[in-house]
């Protein structure tokens, strides 16, 4: 699925110059479900903003899904992260004015033509994660648990292969918290591949495969025993 080779980016902050990745080498494969750890500064932010084809590195290389992505324009990295890549952020990212089944449909908007079903499949989805009676409310209208619910429906509704999570739950308190992650397992199961920024060790407990970061590259990176 993920596959990079001596992945670089460094930053510029006055005078001095910020390795936030230093030749990191990574592979994720289909069905994993893989938490990133680390201290602020660790490069786990930087990491994931690549990985999602919201930036690309100085050096090395990234393949996603066998496609160099490191290599390609603005636009294919667009087109990249509308088709393969569904993403859920810590502050929802919700539109105020929509209701969660619009809110659900939005990434479908961006894409040539609405594919078939896309309806159906929102609405199962929301129906899924506990939504079925909330589908015209808005993001007022739904607790914090509920809003994160409809932007994982709208991270799934156009079937990546992969979902990227940054802090998923870092907006909820411990019961929703504790919830949004059994719909992240349940999901694994189901065969999505998972990889989630959080930096609580009991959210990520729940991944099968911990990587801890520090100074941009990985120190460690522990696969838990089946």
């Given at each position: ?42 490069g786990k932010s930087t990491l994931m903003n ?167 590259k990985i120190e460690r990176d522990h696969v838990?025993?089946?």
């Open positions: 699925m993920i596959a990079t080779q001596a992945l670089t980016r460094t930053f510029h902050v006055g005078d001095a110059t910020v390795h936030a990745l230093d030749a990191v080498d990574l592979e994720v494969h289909p069905g994993e479900f893989v938490a990133v750890m680390g201290p602020s500064g660790s690549i990985l999602g084809c919201l930036d690309t590195p100085d050096a090395g290389e990234y393949r996603l899904l066998d496609e160099a992505v490191s290599e390609l324009d603005d636009e294919s990295l667009s087109r990249i992260r509308n088709a393969h890549i569904g993403f859920v952020f810590q502050s929802f990212h919700l539109l105020p004015r929509m209701s969660a089944l619009e809110n659900t449909l939005l990434p479908l908007r961006y894409a040539e033509s609405e594919p078939e079903g896309a309806r159906e499949r929102a609405h199962e989805l929301l129906a899924k994660l506990g939504l079925g009676d909330r589908l015209d409310h808005r993001p007022n209208q739904l607790s914090g648990g509920q809003r994160q619910r409809v932007a994982i429906a709208r991270a799934l509704v156009s079937t990546p292969p992969l979902l990227l999570a940054d802090e998923p739950t870092g907006n909820l308190d411990s019961r929703t918290s504790d919830e949004i992650m059994q719909l992240f397992t349940g999901l694994n199961a189901e065969g999505q591949t998972i990889v989630m920024v959080t930096h609580e060790d009991e959210i990520a407990a729940y991944a099968s495969r911990v990587i801890h970061m520090r100074d941009g838990k025993a089946a």
